[in-house]
């Protein structure tokens, strides 16, 4: 399934705080605090809850053995409708934040 550290390393990438994990897993904030600090193995329903909720947000859960070096990890999904943001010759104090 997922690891404690890819729980922890997902919701660092996303910006999301143990409160947003919770709600958007519908789970509660103690749980997700206890998921990520115990290396064991999660209530499976817990665990896919997380999940689905972090990939939701983005995240790709990498299996141990998808690559050449290192174990289980996680990255962002690829962004398909990238913003730029402002062009350096379109900047001015009326866009400024």
């Keep these: 399934m997922i690891t404690a550290t890819q729980m922890r390393g997902a919701r660092a990438m996303t910006g999301m705080s143990i409160e947003q ?15 990520e600090r115990d290396e064991r193995d999660g ?12 990939e939701a947000a983005g995240i790709i859960f990498i299996a141990s053995g998808n690559h050449d070096e290192g174990g289980p990890g996680v990255r962002l999904r690829a962004r398909t409708g990238v913003d730029e943001g402002i062009r350096p010759e379109n900047l001015n104090a009326a866009n400024d934040d």
Excluded: D, F, K, N
């Excluded at 994990?21 to 998921?35: D, N, Q």
């Design 21 to 35: 994990l919770a709600a958007a897993s519908g789970l509660p904030a103690a749980t997700i605090e206890t998921m």
């Design 43 to 54: 209530e499976p329903h817990a665990l896919l809850a997380v999940r689905q909720a972090l």
